[in-house]
């Protein structure tokens, strides 16, 4: 019999229990029991809505981030944190945002821990913290109560754990430490968990190691190895979980690393199945990730059947069905949208309707096909309604992707030649300020909203109340002394979903919400059909903001990079062409921005990177599209117009190259949190064009003050020259208070002043 399972469910409840939860207990408005009671209560129904399954995952929920909980379940908590008064559950909330609750004076000063993303996903997790004083000890309190809660309820428990290696490689070296020097203690704290749990009743024990979809160095390999030969003889069995990529030259480690069952995503890695079965020990378990779990679209189940029916003959009960990868990545349930168009919904499929799929084909295999006959007849005839659908085929939109030119991606003039002309239209000092787009999203602005999307308030009236936001906006900028303004965007609900409600071939959802980090989350519009540009989307709000002032104000568009990442995007044509009818369709809002007067434009790519392959072997492919598709988007405009783009949260040290070619005016960057780490690849790139390294952690509550600011600069200047630095936040403020935003602003203002008065003794050579 064929048996099954799943690597992870979302955890922020179908209508963001979690997310509220946290944040009432940020601001005192619960107490810690109330916070905890709403977790016990989103686990169990949780566990079950994946009742049909064979084994059910524990462990795969968290409050904040799965990562910074296997930190505190191996002890590895920063010193920082540690030396504070408060509870365990204060901690970890200083680790993962800088601060427990909203009148924490103990930690107001305490850093947050690094944040970055989770692989290639929108998802970031909180970056372990190594160095040479790191010893692991174990707390798995947490866990084993949460296998108690679910064995009391019945329910046939696979803890989750992230693995060890996977766990060192994720983390960071704050000192000369080697991450692998850490790898004998480490194992020997999982030996104890391990033992732990099987004392607890745990049969199987899923332990994730996603890295071996990576290039491993030798080293890494040998890891592995080492800590899996040193776990066999614990009496639990391990499924080692892979997932987001192929095995390719890690795939015989795998299969012959001392486990009793592998996972392969075969979504990802379907060419690879045939090669690990050969590979594979006659007596480990075969798991095959088989529903995309990082998309929302019905999968093929006739189809998959034919694949899986003569590999099903021969493994038999050694054939584990599941998701490729956890469901964190897609909403929980399609049965909660009750406004998505009725044919587009019966194309897609989110967690609980994934899980289904897993349920049906396991029934197929096990019984026959015709003990299900009535879904997968339903299933074929949404597969084939949406393939015939005259909703998602464009010709004018292919045709013009086909006559796409290199010259429509490269600006008039150089980078020099640009600068100087935009110096004389747009007088700016040195160090000059600015922020990421967005500043506070009030109740009012949430709740005009709402009103609006339920027809309490019409739309001159709504319009009348964003303007007044605008302008709220501008006068605070203006009294904070901001050499360059933005609208605020307080008509955007998301900086993706916003523009793609206005672009043809989008659609979305009322209650498709994901976590991106902690509480969170974003609602990832869905591309169904071809894309393009019907009218202008943003010259409206950003030209009645320019005219309310005499400052610049930036135009603020998404990237089409960052449209496709995130996005759920469709799978029937290859991204690139997606990508590229995004391009056209920005590159036409950055021309009506233009025509409307505005001098300055963004245009952010916050998610450029996490679009790269797991494998570097595969980034210049990526690369050269995606670069392609910005500049595509961005140029066609006068030498005068300057062009900016914001990343944030990743590493960018080895695309650096691939940055510079976007041929951006300016471009700011996340590095508060990274101490400025990230600007080291300038030490051996010049780059060539004007920078913002972010000073200010817009994702922490606490404020950084003028040294701290003056102080990040300063190490910026070591690597750029101060006529090309700016200074900014890391990211938009829409999640933060106007209480935080202004004295943050005003410090960072200040610093700025400060900087450009003291240029002769600030300057470095």
Known sequence: MVTTHNLGFP??????????????????????????????????????????LDWVPV????????????????????????????????????????RAAADDADSCRVNASEMTKWFDTNYHYIVPELDKKTRFSLHADPLLQQIADARRHGFRVKPVILGPVTYLWLGKSKDDTHKLELLDDLISVYAQLLNALKLAGCEWVQVDEPILTMELEQDWQHALRKAYYQLQTLPVKLMLTTYFGQLQNNLQLACELPVDGLH??????????TSVIDWLPSHKVLSLGVINGR??????????????????????DRLWLAPSCSLLHVPVDLSSEQTLDEEICSWLAFAIQKLNEIDVLAKALNHGRSSVSFQLEKNSNALNSRAQSNRVCQPAVKLRVQNISDAMGVRKSSYIERAAKQREKISLPLFPTTTIGSFPQTQTIRQARLDLRNSRLSQQAYRQLMQKEIETCIREQEVLELDVLVHGEPERNDMVEYFGEQLAGYTFTQFGWVQSYGSRCVKPPIIYGDVAHTHPISTEWIGYAQSLTRKPVKGMLTGPVTMLNWSFVRDDQPKVQTCMQLALAVRDEVHALEKAGIRIIQIDEAALREGLPLRKSQWKTYLEWAVRAFRIAANGVQDTTQIHTHMCYSEFNDIIEAIAAMDADVITIENSRSDMELLNAFDQFHYPNEIGPGVYDIHSPNIPSVDSIIDLMKKAAQRIPVERLWVNPDCGLKTRSWDEVRPALRNMVAASRYLASHLKTFRVS
């Not at 566990?47 to 049909?52: A, L």
């Not at 944190?81 to 909330?93: I, N, Q, T």
């Not at 998309?295 to 038999?316: F, G, M, S, Y």
Request: net charge positive.
């Open 11 to 52: 955890r922020i409840g179908r209508k963001r229990e979690l997310k509220f939860a946290l944040e009432s207990y940020w601001k005192k408005a619960i107490s810690q029991e109330d916070l905890l009671k709403t977790a016990r209560e989103l686990r169990s129904r949780h566990w079950r809505d994946q009742s049909k």
């Open 59 to 98: 462990g795969d929920f968290s409050l904040y981030d799965h990562v910074l909980d296997t930190s505190f379940l191996l002890g590895n908590v920063p010193e920082r944190m540690r030396v504070l008064s408060g509870a365990k559950l204060d901690h970890y909330f200083r680790a993962a945002r800088g």
């Open 264 to 273: 392969l995503d075969a979504v990802s890695a379907r060419d690879e199945v």
């Open 295 to 316: 998309n929302i679209w019905k999968a093929h189940l006739n189809t998959l059947l034919e694949w899986l029916e003569p590999i099903h003959r021969v493994l038999q």
